[in-house]
């Protein structure tokens, strides 16, 4: 059995995260931050779900200085849960945020680097230093704020997100992912403030664990034990959601690695609750199945025998105990077997399991986000007609992101996007170029077949 690695712990309002506290479940909000009814009403559902902060899109300082709001009515309500503000882009909101919320969340792709460009920029030395100070020079008076009002922070890397900066001096690689990170962390240590939280999502499961593993690593090495959250981005939704979820997160959580967790998913918040609580509760017996699984490999394949209560329980289990193997590539074919479950269905989750590790595609890939404040469209209606009309191109994939700000860059290696452009109007990418800007909502999906449709012929 995995023993669970010792990190500090981050006050987060009348909570702790990491060290021996327990692992912590969230979700974030999809509504509007200033609509406070629609807020506040959301936050107690996932709150009554079991979620134990909940995150909220803080796009500028009106929706930050709305927190006050949503935070009293709830306070006001009985409901003391930790809220978190999201920020991107702008390091000013996160100032405001820290007054009204437990937690803020800053993103070092854009806290002070501007938007990606996706162009290859040099800098030298000296000119990479200086964006540096430009960071600790808006980084320092956000964390006096934090300190004056015992304002927890998390640092989220999204591997979608990382800065030009980053990415002409390291490329897209995990060294790059969790120096971006470090930049900021040694910010922190430097100025003596120790609540924060790590994270570093991608929706590649395999770049996911990989540059998670690494930054455990490198944390180490310079004596730092922040604690961290998991999550796998743009998951997508329903069962392939889930698997893709419990695989990532699970590859890290049957390491002992993992101090709180989301599971994002493209459907109601609080459907996000459940999932992750069995994630949680499924750590000491997936440990248990991984190292079962992984003395069973032979001939490139993984055997694995289990039971569970239904059968969502069933594949979050066969995840979690073979995520790590299947990333590793300790084998590349998987086969399950079962007393309760027929075969067939056994035969479709092998494959949904390779596919969320990305070892071989059998069906059409969504890589779709979980939608948020930003999000001015119906997401699970739009993401249910593509998916309708395009679940037979095997290998395809579609990302489907609620906004222009992180969307073009989180929807990782998709073949095509639909991405929200405002409100009623979507732009269409093809890989990283976009296509078509800001058609009507009520023709957008008509124009995403049409596009793959002719590339096909
Ligand atoms: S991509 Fe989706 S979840 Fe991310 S900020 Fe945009 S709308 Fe919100």
């Not at 974030?28 to 995150?55: F, P, W």
């Not at 009985?78 to 969340?105: I, M, S, W």
């Not at 890939?365 to 939608?371: D, L, R, V």
């Not at 948020?372 to 095997?394: D, F, M, P, W």
Request: glycine share 8%; aromatic share 6%; with cysteine.
């Amino acid at each position: 059995m995995s023993t669970r690695r010792i990190s500090s712990f981050a006050h987060v309002g009348h909570i702790a995260i990491g060290g021996d506290n327990p692992i912590r479940i969230q979700s974030m909000a999809t509504t509007d931050t200033n609509d406070t009814e629609a807020s506040v009403a959301q936050a107690k559902r996932i709150i009554d779900a079991g979620g134990e902060l909940v995150r909220f899109t803080t796009q500028g300082t009106r929706e930050a200085e709305n927190m006050k709001n949503i935070s009293a009515r709830l306070k006001a309500d009985g409901y003391n849960t930790p809220l978190v503000a999201d920020v991107h882009f702008t390091a000013n909101t996160a100032d405001v945020a820290a007054q009204y919320c437990e937690k803020v969340r800053i993103n070092p792709g854009n806290y002070v680097d501007p938007g990606r460009t996706f162009k290859h920029l040099e800098y030298t030395d000296e000119e990479y230093a200086e964006e540096l100070q430009k960071i600790e020079k808006k980084l320092v008076p956000f964390i006096n704020i934090c300190k004056e009002h015992h304002t927890a922070v998390r640092i989220g890397v999204n591997h979608g997100s990382l800065s030009d900066r980053i990415m002409s001096r390291y490329g897209d690689t995990p060294e790059g992912i969790v120096e971006s990170c470090m930049e900021f962390l040694r910010i922190f240590r430097r100025e003596n403030f120790n609540d924060v939280v790590i994270s570093i999502k991608a929706s590649n499961t395999v770049v996911m664990v990989t540059t998670v593993r690494l930054l455990v690593k490198t944390m180490d090495k310079e004596d730092m034990h922040y604690p961290l959250h998991l999550g796998v981005t743009e998951a997508g939704e329903g069962e392939d959601g889930r698997i893709k979820s419990a695989l990532g997160i699970g590859a890290l959580l049957t390491e002992g690695i993992g101090d709180t967790i989301r599971v994002s998913l493209s459907e109601e918040p609080e459907c996000e609750i459940p999932v992750a609580r069995k994630l949680v509760d499924l750590i000491p017996e997936c440990t248990q199945l991984r190292a079962e699984a992984e003395t069973s490999i032979k001939d490139d394949t993984i055997t694995l025998t289990l039971d569970a209560p239904d059968w969502e329980t069933f594949q979050l289990k066969a995840a979690m105990a073979v995520g790590a193997l299947l990333i590793d590539r300790k084998a590349t074919k998987l086969q399950l077997s079962s007393s309760q479950f027929s075969r067939s269905d056994l035969d479709s989750l092998s494959d949904a399991l390779l596919q969320a590790a990305r070892i071989k595609f059998t069906k059409t890939e969504y890589i779709s986000c979980p939608g948020c404040g930003r999000t001015l469209y119906n997401l699970q209606e739009t993401i249910a007609r593509i998916k309708a009309a395009t679940s037979h191109l095997v290998g395809l994939k579609i990302g489907i992101m609620g906004c222009i700000v992180n969307g073009p860059g989180e929807m990782a290696d998709a073949d095509y996007g639909y991405v929200g452009a405002g409100r009623g109007k979507i732009s269409l990418y093809k890989g990283k170029v976009c296509v078509e800007k800001n058609i009507p909502e009520d023709e957008a999906v008509d124009k995403l077949l049409e596009l793959i449709n002719n590339d096909r012929k």
